[in-house]
């Protein structure tokens, strides 16, 4: 690219000169990518900076919070929670919502995050990331509560994540395509580094946690099944596998290059629709694939018309190549898949 484009400078050609986005939002996704350059530097400490292992508590889910997931929510909420931008906010590792004290001035947008995604992989090197959704506040709210977040993905204003790894990279949709933001560390800014990504729709590979297997149900077998007999098979070719086990990272390789990723329901807790969460994990990440090009379901709908009914919804997720996912899908309509 031959002249730099600075995030702030995009954004504010957004507002002024497309008219895309309103003043507020703008300013709202300068803090929000100003939060996870703080994360970024956080977790670039390691080892020196404390920041690793367990806080030695669990958060709403059951599951345990690690110093990074606390620390990353803390970043989020002090520098969005007085910007003038926000109602309130939502996160993975808060069981309520988070209304903007009476003492900032209030805004119109509903922030919700997963200020770690990729938890496991903290410890150990491997990419993690920060994902977030932007929501509006519905007209006719009148005070803030946690049902006026209940609204579908479809209802996103902006949506996003920023993956710490070989290089901190924020990749963010405002509803016209995906655009790639890298953190140039010497200049202390995110930089436009590709626009319009789209994603194949044909692909040879595949993410879903394989440890799994003999949980799932049959529309995810018969596919895996499928790509697992290569040539030989009914697919007449072969596939590779990845597994990163952070989210951020999955989807990320999957905007660059294709793919398709699935973490779907399965018998370990059948009362459950799936492990990743619908409003700050699914939900996001479903619009950036469908923005680029490709699509993202349950097995039955569209991810981003499911009706949420609670802030900490799980999901069933089949996202990435366009092919691929509708073939996925089609196996769970033949097979009246319940999940
Ligand atoms: O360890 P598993 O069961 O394969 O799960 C991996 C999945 O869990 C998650 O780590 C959940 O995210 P959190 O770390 O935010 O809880 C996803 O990013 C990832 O795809
Ligand atoms: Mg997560
Ligand atoms: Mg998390």
């Known amino acids: 690219m031959s002249s730099r484009i600075s995030l702030t400078r995009y954004l504010v050609e957004k507002q002024r000169v497309d008219g895309h986005i309103p003043g507020q939002l703008r300013l709202l996704l300068e803090v929000v990518a100003r939060a996870c350059k703080r994360i970024s530097f956080e977790v670039n400490k390691g080892d020196l ?42 996160s993975e590792e808060m069981e309520g919502i988070y209304v903007v004290p ?16 990729g938890s496991s992989n903290i410890d150990v090197n491997v990419s993690i990331g920060t994902i977030f959704s932007v929501l509006k506040m519905p007209d006719d709210a009148s005070g803030v509560s946690e049902k006026d977040f209940l609204q579908s993905g479809r209802h996103q204003v902006a ?21 790639v933001f890298t953190l140039d560390r010497e200049q202390g800014s995110f930089v436009l580094t590709q626009e319009n990504l789209r994603i194949p ?17 049959s529309p995810v077998r018969r596919y895996i099944g499928e790509c697992l007999a290569g040539k030989e098979g009914p697919r007449g070719k072969d596939f590779n596998m990845r597994w ?19 973490y779907p329901w399965d018998k370990r807790e059948p009362n459950k629709p799936g492990k990743l969460r619908l409003m700050y994990e699914a939900n996001p990440m ?7 090009g490709g699509a993202a379901t349950n097995g039955r709908q569209r991810i981003l018309e499911v009706q949420p009914t609670q802030l900490h919804e799980r999901v069933s997720v089949i996202l990435g190549s366009r092919n691929e996912v ?11 898949s319940a999940t």
């Open 326 to 336: 509708e073939r996925v899908t089609q196996y769970h309509l033949e097979a009246g």
């Open 286 to 292: 479903s619009w950036l694939v469908e923005q680029a």
């Open 102 to 117: 009476n003492r900032y001035p209030q805004g119109e947008y509903l922030l919700l995050f997963d200020p770690l995604d």
């Open 159 to 179: 949506a996003g994540y920023c993956v710490y790894g070989p290089q901190t990279t924020l990749v963010l949709t405002v509803g016209d395509g995906v655009h």
């Open 244 to 262: 990163i086990a952070s989210m951020v990272a999955d989807v990320h390789r999957i905007l660059m290059r294709g793919g398709v990723f699935m």
């Open 49 to 90: 900076g404390h920041v690793m292992g367990s806080a030695g508590s669990q958060n709403v889910q059951g599951e345990v919070q690690k110093k990074l997931d606390i620390i990353a929510n803390e970043v989020l909420i002090e520098a969005n929670e007085w910007g003038g931008h926000l109602a309130a906010m939502a």
């Open 201 to 217: 729709e044909d692909t040879k590979e595949f993410a879903i946690n394989m440890s799994n297997m003999r949980h799932w149900d």
